[in-house]
């Protein structure tokens, strides 16, 4: 007889789904329905989050939504989001410093890892080493070096990592990837993406707490493997702006909009990036660009640029449109807006230049032959895809995220998918610094 306890309900195939309907989260039409079994009060996924900043605690306060979620432990390097912590989920909360006293309990079975993008690849190599399961943010890698071996690990260990794109569980994406593949728009020619921004908080300028110091701050942690430098609150607290913590427009952004045009194309990647960018405004001490264009070829057969700038005159914006020789689709904070153009049949004419009788000539031949159209006119049908209000995608990824820790089958973004996304758009900091063109296999996952 299976005596049913947390750990070998966890690991049971198809065990119950984690998610249910809750208060201000609709149920999802592209989700699958989920299983009627409840989940009793002792078969909790009993989760810890590495790293409790902001995303970190977003994540968490998510995470803890999915039914049959418990958080029970949070690891970080500054005292004060511990102590928040505490405030959030309770004074048994165990806190620390060093994740590894969370990595040697027994009984935790998932961790989020919400560090800055140089910790992503050791927390979440040694929490799978520890047998924990592993949410680990976007981008999931710092270094090129990185993505082998958290690939590998995940295959070693058989512990379950999912990256933190969220827009890979995304029903609007998933309704994007369904047109596509459906030939909605014809042949897919060209994918057109950007994020601009004009606040300083978009440009990372977060705030430093007034406590900040060697004292609340485990600065030497905090560093890792990063070159030793004295203790820098900037660095701490708004560590995007310097490449030794993370990379820039490339990793925060750019792997976004990776992560959601591998998803809807299938692709693996592109294979070759050509890219520039500076420092043109927020001239601040940072090392990271604040203005970036990439452009970058698909072998599939379509072309994608994209831009991200800090220092732009309007409200922040983005949008990720797929061009089509039959229509195009665009993806925008409002939601997914389809525009069919179907091909004209007629090819048109040029005549003004000719003598008259000769243009008569041509413009009655032409009208015999084709319908009255004059090619001017729009052909355009525009249609609307927009979520249930309240809809969260980082709820759903979460929610696939769990389901697979139980279910024990293969997550919506593994670290193969993570990887590709997170490698593509560092070939954008590569070709800036190289001055050229850089090649990159994405199959083989290798720079060429
Ligand atoms: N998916 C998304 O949409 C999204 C959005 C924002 C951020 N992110 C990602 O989440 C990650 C965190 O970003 P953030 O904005 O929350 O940063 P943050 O600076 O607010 O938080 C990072 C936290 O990690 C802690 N930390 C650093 N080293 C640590 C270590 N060795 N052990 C434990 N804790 C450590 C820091 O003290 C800090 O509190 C980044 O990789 C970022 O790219 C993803």
Redesign the pocket.
Known sequence: MVIWNRRNFLRAAGAVSAAAALPGIPLLPAQEPDAAKPVAANDHIQIAL?????????DTATAIQVPGVKLVAV????DG?LARSKELWGNDLFTT???NEILSRTDIDAVIV????H??KQ?AVDAMKAGKDVYC???MIHLYADGPVMIETSRQTRRILQI???RVSNIIYGKAKELLAAGVIGQLNMVTAYWDRNSSIGAWN?TVPPDASTET?DWP??L?TAPKIPFSAEH??Q??KWKAY?SGVA??LFV?LFSGTHFITGSHGPTRALATGALRYWKDGRDADDVVLGLFDYREGFNLSLHVNFVDGGQESESLVFTGSEGTMEIGWDGLTLTRVPRETAPGYTVYTFPEAMQKEIIAAYNAKYPPHSGTESLAATEKYVPPKGYSD?YDHLKNFFASVRSRQPVVEDAVFGYRAAGAALLSNLSIARGQVVRWDPDEMKLL
């Open positions: 590495i790293g409790a900043g902001g995303q970190g605690m977003g690891a970080d390097c500054y989001r410093r060093d994740y919400a560090t800055p993008d910790w992503h927390a943010e976007k981008p933190g794109s969220q977060y701050c942690r905090f890792g701490f607290f560590w995007r993370g990793g925060d976004h980082s």
